[in-house]
C-alpha cells in the first residue's frame, strides 16, 4: 500500500514537472508568435508607408485619364486610358517614359497587325491565333522589349475579337496609349512629383545598413575567432542584389523625376553626387566580401588577429552609418571620411605588428573599401588613394626590413551578388 502511495505520488510529481516544462514550452512559443505578429504588422505597415504615394499616384492618373478620354475626347468606352496610366506607374521607378513609349508602340504594332489581317481573313479563332503569332514575331525581329510584344500582341488580341461587334476601335485603343501615359508622366512629374533626395535615402539605407552590419558582424567574429558568424555575415552580404537594385532603380527614378518635374529641378546637383556615389558602394561591398573570405580563412589558419585589425573593421562599418547618416541630412560626410581615415590607420598598426597571408590581403581589402568609401562621400578616386596611403603610413613588419610598405596587391575581388 506504501509502495502503491510512492509511485502515485512520484507520477504526480513527474506530471508537475512536465507541465511545468510545457508550460514554459507554450509560453515561449506564445512569446515568438507575439514578437512575429507585431513584427509582421510593422513590416506591413512600412511597406504601406513606401507604397502609399504611388498609389496616390496610380488613383489620381487613372481618374484624370478617364476623364481626359471621355469627357474631353468623347469615348464612350476610355477602359484602355486608366489601363495604360496606372500600367505606367506600376513600372519601376526611372522607366516610366520609357513605358510610355514602349505602350504608344505596342498599341500602334497591335492595331496595324490586327487590322490588316482581319480585313484579309475576318475574324475566328484560327485568325485570332495567326494575328497574335504574327504580332509577336513583328516585334521580335524589330527588337521590341517584352513590354511592346506584349502590348502588341494584347491589342492584336483586341482588335480580333471586337472589332464584329465595336465599329472603329483601332484609333480610340491608340488614343487611349497616349492619354494614359502622358497623364501618369503629368501627374509624376508636375501634379504628385515625389522628393527624389527622400527616395534615394530611403533606398540607400538598406543596402548601406547591410554592408555596416556584415562588417560589424565580421569584427565581433575575428575578436571571437568565430568561423561560423564569419561565414554567415559572407553569405549574406552575397546575397546583396535586392538592395542594390533598389538603390538602382531609386537612382533612375531620381534622374526621371529631376529631368521632367520643373519642381525638382533644382535638386539636379545633389542627385547627381548621389548617382556617383552608387558605383563606389556597389565596389566597397565586393571588396568587403573579399575581406570577409580572407576572414574566415585567417580563423580556420589561425592566423595571428592583431587587435587593430578588428578595429580596423569595426571603424569601417561606422563609416557607413556615418555616411548613410550625413547623406540623409544633406551633410558634407567629413565625419565618415575621418572614420574611413581611422580604419586605415588601425590596419596600418595591425600590419605592423605582424599578420599572415590572408591577414595581409584583410588588410589591403581595409584600404581599398575605405577607398572606395572616401570616393562615394565626394571625393576624387586620386585624392582618396592620396589620402589612404598616407594615413596608413610606412610601416615596418617585424622581422623584415624597415622601409616603406611591400607593394603586394590584393587579389581582384569576384562579384559578391
Not at 554567415?232 to 542584389?241: G, P, S, T
Not at 547618416?325 to 560626410?333: L, M, Q, S, T, V
Not at 599572415?356 to 581599398?368: K, L, P, W, Y
Given at each position: 500500500m506504501a509502495d502503491r502511495r510512492f509511485r502515485l505520488l512520484r507520477r504526480d510529481g513527474m506530471r508537475e514537472k512536465l507541465a511545468d516544462v510545457d508550460t514554459a514550452r507554450i509560453a515561449d512559443t506564445v512569446a515568438q508568435l507575439h514578437r512575429r505578429s507585431k513584427a509582421t504588422l510593422h513590416d506591413r505597415l512600412h511597406r504601406v508607408r513606401m507604397a502609399l504615394a504611388l498609389a496616390v499616384q496610380a488613383g489620381l492618373a487613372a481618374g484624370l485619364s478617364w476623364f481626359a478620354s471621355h469627357d474631353l475626347l468623347g469615348n464612350p468606352q476610355p477602359v484602355f486610358a486608366p489601363i495604360s496610366a496606372v500600367g505606367t506607374l506600376a513600372v519601376s521607378v526611372g522607366q516610366r517614359f520609357r513605358r510610355t513609349a514602349e505602350l504608344i508602340i505596342g498599341v500602334a504594332v497591335g492595331v496595324a497587325v490586327g487590322d490588316l489581317l482581319v480585313y484579309f481573313l475576318g475574324t475566328g479563332p484560327w485568325q485570332l491565333g495567326l494575328v497574335v503569332t504574327a504580332a509577336i514575331l513583328l516585334t521580335i525581329f524589330a527588337g521590341g522589349s517584352v513590354a511592346i510584344v506584349i502590348q502588341a500582341a494584347a491589342t492584336a488580341v483586341l482588335i480580333v475579337t471586337l472589332s464584329p461587334s465595336v465599329a472603329n476601335l483601332e484609333l480610340p485603343r491608340f488614343i487611349d496609349a497616349l492619354v494614359g501615359g502622358g497623364i501618369a508622366l503629368l501627374v509624376t512629374a508636375v501634379l504628385l512629383p515625389l522628393n527624389p533626395l527622400r527616395v534615394l535615402n530611403r533606398a540607400a539605407r538598406p543596402a548601406l545598413d547591410l554592408l555596416a552590419g556584415q562588417l560589424d558582424t565580421a569584427a565581433d567574429a575575428l575578436r571571437e575567432r568565430d568561423r561560423e558568424r564569419t561565414q554567415?555575415?559572407?553569405?549574406?552580404?552575397?546575397?546583396?542584389?535586392p538592395e542594390l537594385a533598389t538603390l538602382t532603380e531609386a537612382i533612375e527614378g531620381a534622374k526621371e523625376t529631376a529631368l521632367l518635374s520643373p519642381a525638382r529641378w533644382h535638386r539636379r546637383g545633389e542627385l547627381t553626387h548621389y548617382a556617383e556615389a552608387a558605383d563606389p558602394i556597389d565596389r566597397a561591398m565586393r571588396n568587403t566580401g573579399t575581406l570577409i573570405r580572407r576572414a574566415v580563412t585567417m580563423i580556420e589558419d589561425e592566423e595571428p588577429i592583431p587587435e587593430p585589425m578588428t578595429d580596423a573593421v569595426g571603424h569601417l562599418a561606422e563609416a557607413v552609418r556615418l555616411l548613410k547618416?550625413?547623406?540623409?541630412?544633406?551633410?558634407?560626410?567629413e565625419q565618415a571620411r575621418e572614420r574611413c581615415l581611422r580604419a586605415v590607420s588601425e590596419a596600418g598598426r595591425a600590419y605592423a605588428e605582424g599578420v599572415?597571408?590572408?591577414?595581409?590581403?584583410?588588410?589591403?581589402?581595409?584600404?581599398?573599401t575605405a577607398s572606395d568609401l572616401l570616393v562615394a562621400s565626394g571625393i576624387s578616386q586620386e585624392e582618396a588613394n592620396r589620402l589612404v596611403r598616407q594615413s596608413f603610413g610606412e610601416m615596418e613588419r617585424p622581422g623584415a626590413p624597415a622601409g616603406p610598405e611591400p607593394a603586394a596587391k590584393s587579389p581582384t575581388a569576384p562579384p559578391v551578388g
Open positions: 554567415k555575415a559572407l553569405d549574406r552580404l552575397r546575397n546583396n542584389k547618416r550625413e547623406f540623409a541630412h544633406g551633410e558634407e560626410p599572415g597571408f590572408s591577414g595581409s590581403v584583410v588588410v589591403a581589402q581595409v584600404r581599398t
